[in-house]
Each structure stands twice: as C-alpha cells, then as structure tokens.
C-alpha cells in the first residue's frame, strides 16, 4: 500500500546478507523477491483515492523495486512475480481445484467473524483481542456460506512434524502448539431425560465425571430450540442468540460473564445415572468440541464460576491426599492432582494417573471412549471483496458446484467493476462476470462470487520462484529437487500461527499429492523483530511512520543497512528514535580512508595485526552463521581502528583491509 518502510529495511537486509554470504562462501544461492499484492489494505487505499487497485499496486509495486535496488538488494530480477498477476492466481487457482477435488476445500454455512470496516469475514487466526487484524475494529458474528481449507485434517501432522524444523525458535513452535490444541481425553455419552437422546461431550478429565452438577450447551447447538421449546426457555435463549450477534467467537470464548439460562431438561450422568439441570451459556462454542460440556465446578474454574453465579452445588471427586475438602467453603476450584474420592469404585485412585482407567472403564461399559480433540479450526478463505484471487467454482441449478476446468483458468478478475463495500462481494454485482454456462450440462449457471484470503496467495509463492514463467506447471518439479525447502527464512513473529502455519499445511497437501518430496517449506527460521519509533509501533495510523530511502539519499545504503544491524540483535526490536546514523557514517569514511592508504604500501602486515585480523576473520565468520550482525559490525570496527593505528606507524596493512573490505561486503555492498 506504499513504499517500503524501516521494518522492510531491516527484514530484506537480513536475507540480503545471508544470500551475499554465501555466495562469498561458493554456494549457488536463489535470492528472488515478489509481492503478495492482492489483499484489503490496496483495496481499500485505492478506493480512498479514487483509483483502481490493480493500477495503485502496479505504480506501489514500481515505486518499491526502485527502492529495493537503491538499497542493494541482490534479487534474481528475473524472477520477480505478484500474486495478483493473472499468470500467478492461474496456478492459485489450480492448487484450490486440487483441494476441492481431494475433499480439503469445501462450502458450508457457518458463524464467522465479520469486520464492519472492512465489510469481510475473518479468518479466527485474524482476530486479535476481538478486533480487526488489519484494522483493529471490533469483529462481530455473523452466518453466512462460505469456504473453508479442511487445515484440521492436518492437525495431528503439523504436530508431529515439528521435528523437522530444528532452526524454528521455542516462541513459535509453541505458539503453534497452542493454536493447534491438542488435547487427549474421551468422549462421554450423556443423554436427555426427557426425551432420550444422546449428547456427547469431549472432557480432557473423565476422572471427574461424578462431579457434574449441571450441563451447558452453546447457544448455537442443534439441539437447543427442540430442548429449549420442550422445558419452556426457547424464547429466552433466542433472545440470547440474537444479542450474541455482536459478539466475535474470539470474544465470547474469553468472556468473563458466566451467565446462563435454564433449559428446563436434564442431562443423564452415565457414571451415576444422576440427573443434572441443562443450561446454555455464550462461554459454551459450537466450535470446540462438541458444542456441549459436562460442568465439574470442584475442579475447572470456569465451571467453578458458573456454579456460583448460578447458585448451582459444587461438589469435590478429587481430593489432595491426607486432605478433606468443604465445598461450601471453597473460593476456588481444586484442579491440581489428588485422589479420587465419592467416585464409586474409584474411590482412592490416583489423579491425575488414573485417567486411563477411567477411560478404560467407560470403553468396556459402553459409556464413552479415548479421544483426541483440537483447537484449531478449518480455514476460512471466504473473502467478500473485490482484489483478490476470484474462487474457480461454478454453481449450477442442476449439477451443483462445478469446478472451472483446468484448461479454462485463471478466472480473471474483471476490470469495471463497482468496488465499495456493501458486505456482498462486488464481484456479485457484475453479471457479465457472473452469468456463465455450467462446464458439465450446458445450462444457465453463476459463477461464485467470494475471493480467496491473500494467505492463499501467500501459503505457496516460494514453489512459483523456481519456475515464474512456467505454463504448463505451477512449478517445475526438477527445480523443486534442486533448490527446496527453503534454505534460510526471514520473518515477523506476527505470522507464526497465519501465513507460517498455512504454508506449512500447504506443503503437505502437496507432497500428499506426490508433488513434492518434502514434508515442511521452512526448516530454517528467523524472526526479527519490529522497528518502532518513540517505544510505538509503526504505522501510518499513528503518522509515525520512518521510509528509508530520504535516509539512503542523505547518507547511502550502507549507512542505512549497518545502522540498522548494530543497533541489535536481529530478533530484538529496534527503536530508531534511540538510534542515529551518524557514527556508522563516519566510520565507513575512516575504512574508506585506510582501505585507499593501506592500497597504496607495500609489503607484509605486522605479525600483531595478521594474527587479530584471522582472529577477526573467525569469529566474524562465526557470528555470520548466527546472525550476529551487530557483533560483527563491532569486530570490524575494532579491526579497522588497529589497522589506522598501524597506518599510522608507518606499518603496511594490505592483507589486513582486504579482508576487513570481504567481511564487510555482506553487509555493505556499495562500498
């Protein structure tokens, strides 16, 4: 939406150094670059001034390769792609078509997140605090019929492959752990006293099953307007469905309310055959789970909380050893380890090391059996905006949806079209885009009309460098074998559960799909961090954001590069208030200086000097391979300064400033 900005200048070094490092070293090095150009903030940047999208991000995308090569980004210029050229969302496109015929892509109706600004669903791992990712508004929930990436196929996979991503920090990997979520516990068959039916609830504690004291369902399950109309609640739980409409999913799973209505039907224990009062309560998501949860106030706060809130009894199964517990005198639940007491045959057995037990028990009884269940959730690619990859489905009165043949792709957006957002996708409005004939009979048929989320885009780019040009292949298999996965990844912390997760499941598919021979794109990873400016993230919300190339103007690319690396480690933020380029400046004139002095003697470098130089040369090669960058600047200022300190004797130093000027290079291609 722009030119690039300081947090470009710091990320797009990094990976300039490592490609210039190891070209140095004799490596064969692909450094390539592209533009993940479809997307909300050119939509919306093109709308406020009055222009196409496609023309602002063409003119943006110019403006940025001026300032990448201003800034001496080494990028193969050959093969520079954009994810809205219609030669890239082609081979998009096709990979969807791929997904949709192996049962990973498919449409349904469902409760999303809704952003009004933006007038667009979210994807949850889009919703930050309740709000906006891109915008910061407050999300709201809303149903509509969407697509989805069937991503929670691969749950268990993108677990367990973390194995393979041994350059992958502990920050992110757990990031990723917690967002997939996994939990191992059983599933539990309760039934409806009064009418019989069976509701299964997932538990990761089965050991507490003879503390239920009430059941909560959320108010979207299927089964709560037949229970609601049954026990008298229906119009009150509909008037609690309707006011959570303002409420994002994100939201209500956080929420501190426990409020709650009663049913008016009781749920069977099947442990103890006691009956408990059903309720249902916003904490309580269709998404998770089964949509219906047992309630143990004893030992989950949550529950412990609604029991109160509620006046509802509480009741202690699980005990400390050598320790009795009062209910009523609680203040909070007890969900440390202890031994299981009022629990029939249970009674004394270890928790939580008898949970296997317990599951064993339910199994031979017919009662429940072991299960896993995860957070995450399947991908929403549903988008109801204009600038972005159109979805190749056609939908026919008589054949249903069929996908757009592979020979008649890309499905190119159309040009004249009436962007503003109105919540249905401009595309909808457009009927020479829409109206078309259905592949498989001939009929009258309509073409969908969402767009992908740009993570779409973005979860495969890395696979298009090795063939950008290719058009018979999204890419060519022969590169894939000599060039992937990906040798050494630069990026934000901010995308390890969103662009980082979603390329990674894509990878998957692909090598399901005997495409590729790997199972993970990035077994490398660095992350920077962010440059701020005052103790503030940068944005053009605040104004306060920092370009680089006035900087590069006044002082060159090389000031501008070393500024940014000495200031910190690569993963620390930098705040370029607390910064300056001055001193860096000054030094590479002072190397300018001995480096021409040094050229101009003859003979060998003191012995003092040739030893600090390969001291220099050693760790300096050490703290490349660790991105120590700033350690590095720092190594080469001190060899710098006992080289002018020898120039000064009267000493030769040619060996010592040739290799001063080669550990430089990386980092300082101009000079």
């Avoid at 797009?12 to 479809?38: C, E, K, T």
């Avoid at 003879?210 to 307007?225: C, I, L, Y």
């Avoid at 460098?465 to 901010?494: C, H, K, N």
Wanted: with cysteine.
């Amino acid at each position: 939406s722009g030119d690039l900005h300081m947090g470009h200048a710091e990320a797009f070094a990094i990976s300039d150094i490592v490609a210039r490092y190891r070209w140095m070293q004799g490596n064969n090095v692909l450094h390539p670059i592209g533009w993940d150009s479809f997307g909300l903030p050119a939509e919306n940047a093109a709308i406020k001034r009055g222009i196409h999208a496609k023309e602002w991000t063409h003119r943006n995308i110019e403006e940025q390769m001026r300032t990448f090569k201003r800034y001496g980004m080494s990028f193969d210029w050959t093969r520079t792609l954009a994810t809205s050229d219609p030669g890239y969302y082609r081979w998009t496109q096709w990979i969807f078509l791929r997904l949709y015929e192996k049962g990973l892509a498919y449409r349904k109706l469902a409760p999303a997140n809704w952003c009004p600004k933006d007038q667009t669903v979210l994807a949850n791992e889009q919703v930050v605090g309740g709000a906006c990712e891109r915008c910061g508004t407050p999300v709201v929930r809303k149903d509509l019929t969407q697509w989805f990436f069937k991503i929670t196929d691969y749950a268990q996979a993108l677990l367990d492959d973390m194995s393979e991503l041994p350059g992958w920090s502990d920050r992110v990997l757990t990031m990723q752990r917690n967002w997939i979520g996994r939990s191992d516990g059983a599933e539990v068959d309760f039934e409806i006293a009064e009418n019989g039916q069976n509701v299964t609830v997932f538990t990761t504690r089965p050991d507490t099953l003879w503390g239920v004291t009430f059941f909560v369902f959320a108010p979207e399950h299927p089964m709560v307007e037949e229970l609601g109309r049954m026990g008298g609640s229906w119009d009150q739980v509909r008037t609690m469905r309707d006011s959570l409409q303002a409420t994002p999913l994100t939201a209500r799973e956080q929420a501190e309310s426990r409020e709650g209505i009663l049913l008016g039907v009781h749920a069977v224990n099947p442990v103890n055959g006691e009956k408990v009062p059903c309720f249902v309560a916003p904490y309580v998501l269709m998404e998770y789970g089964t949509g219906a949860v047992m309630g143990v106030p004893g030992h989950d706060q949550r529950d412990f909380e609604f029991a109160r809130a509620n006046g509802l009894p509480v009741r202690v199964v699980i005990e400390p050893e050598g320790e009795t517990r009062d209910p009523d005198a609680m203040d909070r639940a007890w969900d440390h380890a202890g031994v299981m007491v009022n629990s029939g045959l249970f009674d004394g057995t270890p928790s939580p090391a008898g949970i296997g037990d317990v599951i064993r028990w339910l199994e031979s009884e017919g009662k429940g059996r072991a299960a896993v269940s995860y957070r995450l959730r399947d991908w929403l690619i549903s988008r109801q905006r204009y600038w972005g990859c159109p979805i190749p489905i056609i939908h026919c009165p008589s054949c249903g949806e069929v996908p757009v043949p592979d020979d008649q792709l890309p499905v190119e957006l159309p040009e004249d079209v009436d962007v503003s957002p109105t919540g249905e996708s401009p595309l909808a409005r457009d009927e020479g885009f829409v109206n078309v004939t259905c592949p498989e009979c001939g009929g009258d048929a309509k073409r969908d009309t969402d767009t992908m989320d740009t993570f779409v885009d973005s979860s495969w780019y890395y696979y298009r460098y090795l063939s950008p040009r290719d058009d018979r292949y999204p890419f060519d298999s022969e590169a894939v074998r000599r060039w992937m996965p990906v040798g050494q990844y630069t990026g934000g912390i901010e995308h390890a559960i969103l662009h980082l997760l979603y390329s990674r499941f894509i990878t998957k598919v692909l090598n399901d799909m005997g495409m590729i021979p790997f199972r993970e794109p990035f077994p490398k990873l660095l992350n920077q961090g962010q440059v701020i400016l005052g103790g503030a993230a940068m944005s053009k919300s605040r104004g306060n954001i920092v370009e680089p190339m006035p900087i590069v103007e006044k002082y060159g690319a090389d000031t501008v590069r070393l500024t940014m690396l000495f200031a910190n480690k690569p993963e620390d933020d930098i705040d370029w208030a607390d910064v300056s380029p001055h001193g860096v400046h000054d030094w590479l004139g002072r190397v300018w200086r001995v480096v021409h002095e040094a050229g101009e003697r003859q003979g060998e470098d003191p012995v003092e000097l040739r030893r600090l130089t390969h001291r220099t040369i050693s760790r300096v090669t050490d703290k490349y391979e660790r991105f120590r960058f700033n350690v590095i600047v720092a190594q080469l200022m001190s060899l710098s300064n006992e080289i002018r300190a020898v120039l000064d004797d009267g000493e030769p130093a040619r060996e010592s400033v040739t290799a001063l000027v080669l550990m430089l290079a990386p980092l300082a291609p101009f000079i």
